[in-house]
């Protein structure tokens, strides 16, 4: 073997790397999902999931759905939906409350909604879990300033949160939701060594600037949209057209054809929370088991 070789065994659902100071390394694989969009998006993660999960043996499937209501929100019915495909915990974003349903959803214990909204808002911004493997892991779910909503600072909250998550876990998972890529890269860097992985979401446009930071972090700008790709962000692009070329109403419609799931795959060392890989994937509901699904 070559010095910095390892080979990679499989034992059970848990990935391990065998080093060659014959230390068995435990990972914990996660797979990250973009913002599910309406029934086509539903359905593009109800078909992609379990391919990859069968694919890279995920121990723990985080998803973003603010958007699997018609577009927007999340309902109880579209909830049952998304932990149906396997997730573990359903992050949001600043659609989360404009489904009058969300009261139904909000404090089920796998739901975030951003952690720097109002002390005072309905339901929580982190979380404890478990995966599949008896790892236990925080997920966190932040929210943008930068041409969003007035919130609390993302990075004061974030500092908050880690000091005490950090205490429980050494695996913190983050979905900063957010509209400027600078801030994401800023809180890349802000976080770098002290969680596990942060991925973008909002968007819809998936990002080519995965890396793992010279921390351990894993970082990606924008996970990219799980659902309909003949859209404009997964809107029916002749309303949004209409509405860009005339300046009049027009009622912006879920789309529903070149349904895609975006995301990524981040790989974790269970002992030390620092990451060992990422890579992005973007899975056409057409394809099928045996095509190489990273195309």
């Known amino acids: 073997m070559t010095s910095g070789a390892a080979r990679l065994t499989v034992k ?7 080093l060659e100071t014959s230390c068995w390394v435990a990972i914990l694989t996660v797979l990250f999902f973009g913002d599910v969009v309406g029934r086509p998006g539903r359905d593009g993660l109800a078909y992609a999931a379990p391919l990859l999960v069968e694919k890279h043996k995920a121990d723990f499937i985080v998803v973003n759905g603010e958007n699997a209501a018609a577009g927007s929100g999340l309902t109880p019915a579209t909830y049952t939906k998304i932990m149906s495909c396997g997730a573990n915990v359903i992050t949001t974003g600043d659609h989360i409350f404009r489904n009058r349903e969300y009261p139904s959803i909000i404090h089920e214990v796998p ?36 041409f969003m909503e007035p919130m609390r600072c993302p990075f004061e909250l974030a500092d908050e949160i880690v000091q005490t998550a950090s205490q429980q876990t050494k695996i913190i998972l983050v979905d900063m939701h957010a509209e400027a890529t600078s801030e994401k890269i800023a809180l890349g860097w802000h976080l770098d060594g002290k969680v596990s992985a942060i991925v973008g979401t909002h968007t819809h446009v998936q990002t080519a600037d995965e890396r793992v930071l010279p ?11 799980t659902g309909p790709y003949d859209s404009v962000l997964g809107r029916d692009k002749t309303a949004v057209l209409k509405k860009l070329r ?29 990451a060992m890989s990422i890579e992005r994937f973007q899975v056409p509901m057409e394809l099928r088991t045996g095509i190489d699904l990273r195309r």
């Not at 009049?248 to 060392?269: H, L, S, Y």
């Open 12 to 18: 059970g659902e848990r990935q391990k790397r065998f």
């Open 111 to 146: 739901v975030l909604r951003p952690a720097n909204y109002p002390k005072t808002a309905d339901g929580k911004g982190w979380g404890l879990y478990t995966s599949k493997n008896g790892v236990r892991i925080v997920v966190m779910n932040l929210m943008g300033r930068v």
């Open 215 to 225: 921390g351990g972090t894993a970082y990606i700008s924008d996970l990219g949209m």
């Open 246 to 274: 005339t300046a009049m109403p027009a009622r912006f419609e879920v789309a529903e054809n070149d349904i895609r799931a975006c995301g990524v795959v981040v790989k974790i060392d269970e002992s030390t929370g620092r």
